[in-house]
């Protein structure tokens, strides 16, 4: 099955995910460009659509779509990936480096809430979401601390233990639907 990572990432760490899982699975990876980049604009849920991609995504059996979630929000650069593809689209997974924790994935700003969202707009093409939390690379005494969590970007000294195995099982089960 042929598949690509489609990304996009503001402070890097969902960047670092989609490159990561692009290697291990030997596909091709492209980056997705809003039209205007402009933080505030996309807290607002305005945006302006996204620069066509230089892939034809039809041609792929996969797509794994790889963004932040800000705040709860299913954010406009993902939004307009989904909207202007999404005839396109075959099979879809939904992966994002989030502040959320499995803990709180179903609270007002948890991931749970975006998987839904996801799931709804897409219906059957979507096979499956994936979060890793940035509390996973975090010191237990740290998991909490809102400061430790803006400053903490995925990288290749902190993806280890917890973090590393949640990787390894979710690329498991991306090859397993490949079958």
Request: proline fraction near 4%.
């Amino acid at each position: 099955m042929k598949t690509i990572v489609v990304y996009y990432s503001n402070k890097g760490s969902n960047k670092y995910l989609a490159e990561r899982i692009s290697k291990s699975l030997s596909c091709e990876i492209e980056e997705i460009k809003p039209r205007l980049n402009i933080f505030l604009l996309f807290l607002m849920n305005i945006h302006l659509g996204i620069k066509p991609l230089k892939n034809n995504i039809k041609e792929y059996d996969k797509v794994i779509l790889c963004g932040p979630i800000w705040m709860g929000k299913f954010i406009p650069p993902l939004r307009s990936f989904i909207k202007k593809y999404f005839f396109k689209i075959n099979k879809l997974i939904f992966v994002t480096c989030c502040g959320s924790t499995n803990a709180k994935k179903d609270e007002k700003f948890g991931h749970g809430l975006v998987f839904k969202e996801v799931e709804n707009i897409l219906k059957d093409k979507c096979i499956l979401c994936q979060a890793f939390p940035v509390s996973l690379v975090l010191p237990d005494d740290k998991k909490e601390d809102t400061n430790a969590f803006m400053k903490t970007h995925l990288n290749d000294e902190n993806f280890k233990g917890e973090i590393q195995v949640l990787y390894e099982n979710f690329i498991r089960n991306v090859i397993e639907t490949n079958s």
